[in-house]
């Protein structure tokens, strides 16, 4: 009997594939990006921590950049 291949996980394996290539290019290409626009996606991402995840008993306070 012959080795049938499983398109299901041929499916998943080509799936991942092009997940990590576009998750690679994503990166490739936010590293061109310049210091300022970092600098915006990073302010941004931290008004999203503050807004989303409560502060813990005893940990610093938290606060967004004033730049």
Known sequence: MK???NKLK???AD???KIFKAK???HKKQAKLPIEEKIK???ELQK???KTQ???PGERLRQ???I
């Open 64 to 66: 967004i950049w004033k």
């Open 10 to 12: 041929e499916s998943a």
């Open 48 to 50: 999203i921590v503050l």
């Open 3 to 5: 080795n049938k291949p």
């Open 24 to 26: 690679k290019d994503f």
């Open 41 to 43: 996606i990073l302010i």
């Open 15 to 17: 799936y991942a594939a």
């Open 54 to 56: 409560k502060q813990k």
